[in-house]
């Protein structure tokens, strides 16, 4: 309100001084006289000013109309002027507004329209570093990649987007399963951003994959270096690495070295069973048994498993089934209740013909957890203290379409490995594989998994007992050891197979002769 009046009062007082000048020069006598040609012109007071304020604006005019046609001048002759920056900035924003609009149709799936948008921005913006993006990822969503590619060669020219270009071209290459190609278009946006978390990735992968073991532990360690690798997870990929460098080392020469690599993935990661597993027989090969039980009882403590224990009884190759199982008791009092220590006194007491013991020591896994191996293991005590073959037949039977346990089975895929590798053979994931009991797919069979241990036992008391050797566990096969005049730990499960032949083989015969 206060400034409303203030504008009202100032303009009344404008108005005044204005009018009050006027009148003063209509009053006052004088003028201004003007020659011109002979001609006399003379002007009042008032006159002449407002002749002074025509002359001004005239002259202002003259100016600008100078000014224009000299920037006229400059346009045609093709330097920057108002006119080209107006006209620059006309075509400025058609180029944005057709890139957004490129954009959009990039994000809503639109591939053939973000393409045209882009050569539109293009037309205009005259930014390739802009355009030649949304044109190539267009491009790859359209299923151009021919058009793709080039779009992503041309991006390779400039220095501000080389990396975006080697990084596409290396994921096109990928993509059609040209490795070799990507693994050097990995190494050289490594070499261009040894930041960037998907690159090292890729080049890790790719690295593995091509078990170039030394190189994927350099970009393991840049990738701890840079930050994008916990230290934990840093250590058991490199124990992975080692370890996967270890193995494949065959010559005998170097066996040394091969022990040296899996001692030191063992030290990097305990957990790491495969590790544990050769580091264990290196010290064994060294003579350092001490050594050798120690790294298999840390392993054991965090996760049993029978290479361990196959590992453990190489250590003393020469010993009775007797002083094995005295032995092996230094082992078993770890993780006591896991299911596998249990499987493990089972076998040993089995060996040494020690069947209630053994009977004790498997508990109720038969009626708990009860797969391949544990049936069959029961299968072998049964046999051992005398029960009929019909059911041994039966547990057998049994085991038949019983899960087949723990197995390497990938975390990415669910595939199932028959030895551990660092590299999934299925989905080339690294670092994958864990000792678990893989998903089970249910399993009809002809005659019925439920009536198969009594089809089996109907004909037990016509068929004749297997024989079996002196010292030989019915149900039970030796699993090898490094060593190959070592004692073995029993693991059951050749029998199965065996059996199974006559478990499918006798109900049809029994058939065919009624």
């Known amino acids: 309100m206060l400034w409303s009046l203030t504008k009202i009062v100032v303009f009344v007082a404008l108005v005044g001084a204005l009018t009050l000048g006027a009148g003063y020069l209509m009053e006052s006598s004088g003028g201004l006289q003007i020659t011109v040609a002979g001609m006399e012109f003379t002007l009042g007071p008032l006159q002449s000013v407002i002749a002074a304020i025509l002359l001004v604006v005239a002259v202002w005019l003259v100016f600008k109309l100078f000014g224009l046609l000299i920037a006229v001048l400059k346009f045609i002759n093709g330097d920057e002027t108002s006119l080209s920056r107006y006209f620059d900035r006309n075509r400025e924003k058609k180029g944005y507004q057709a890139l957004s609009e490129g954009l959009m149709a990039l994000a809503s ?6 393409i045209a948008k882009a050569q539109r921005a293009e037309k205009y913006l005259q930014k390739p570093e802009l355009t030649d ?6 491009a790859e969503m359209a299923g151009d990649h021919r058009k793709a590619e080039e779009t992503y060669k041309r991006l390779l020219k400039n220095e501000n987007t080389r990396f975006v270009g080697v990084r596409g071209i290396m994921k096109q290459k990928l993509a059609a399963g040209d490795t070799d190609t990507a693994l050097q278009l990995a190494e050289r946006a490594f070499a261009l951003k040894p930041k960037h978390t998907e690159v090292q990735d890729t080049l890790l992968q790719l690295q593995a994959q091509k078990h ?27 124990a992975v690495l080692a370890l996967s460098a270890a193995t494949e080392i065959d010559d005998a020469e170097a066996s040394g070295k091969a022990a040296e690599q899996a001692i030191e993935a063992n030290r990097n990661s305990p957990d790491l069973i495969p590790a544990a597993a050769m580091a264990a027989r290196g010290y064994i090969a060294q003579d350092r048994k001490r050594n050798a039980v120690r790294v298999i009882k840390k392993a054991w403590e965090s996760h049993p498993h029978p290479d361990l224990a196959a590992a453990f009884a190489a250590i003393e190759p020469n010993e009775t089934p007797d002083e094995r199982v005295k032995r092996f008791a230094h082992l078993t009092r770890i993780n006591p209740e896991h299911r596998e220590t249990k499987l493990l006194r089972a076998e040993l007491n089995l060996a040494a013909e020690h069947f209630p013991e053994a009977r004790r020591a498997l508990g109720d896994l038969a009626q708990t957890d009860p797969d391949a191996r544990v049936l069959a293991i029961m299968a072998a005590i049964e046999k051992g203290e005398g029960a009929s073959d019909a059911v041994v037949r039966g547990w057998l039977a049994k085991a038949l379409t019983a899960p087949r346990g723990p197995q390497w089975v990938c975390d990415n895929c669910n595939t199932i490995h028959a030895e551990w590798t660092p590299i999934c053979t299925n989905c080339q994931a690294f670092d994958t594989l864990s000792w678990k009991t893989p998903p089970q797919a249910e399993v009809v069979l002809p005659a019925g998994a439920n009536m198969l241990p009594l089809l089996v036992g109907s004909g037990a008391d016509e068929t004749a007992p297997v024989p079996v050797e002196e010292n030989e566990v019915p149900g039970v096969i030796e699993v090898e050891t490094a060593d190959p005049g070592a004692d073995t730990v029993a693991a059951p ?3 199965v197979a065996e059996d199974a032949e006559i478990v499918e083989d006798e109900p049809q015969a029994r058939t065919a002769a009624k």
């Open 133 to 138: 993006l949304v044109a190539a990822q267009a």
């Open 493 to 495: 499960a050749a029998p």
């Open 212 to 238: 170039d073991w030394a190189g994927a532990r350099k970009t393991l360690t840049a990738k701890l270096k840079h930050g994008s690798l916990p230290r934990d997870v840093y250590k058991r990929r490199d």
């Open 109 to 114: 799936g639109e591939g053939r329209l973000a």
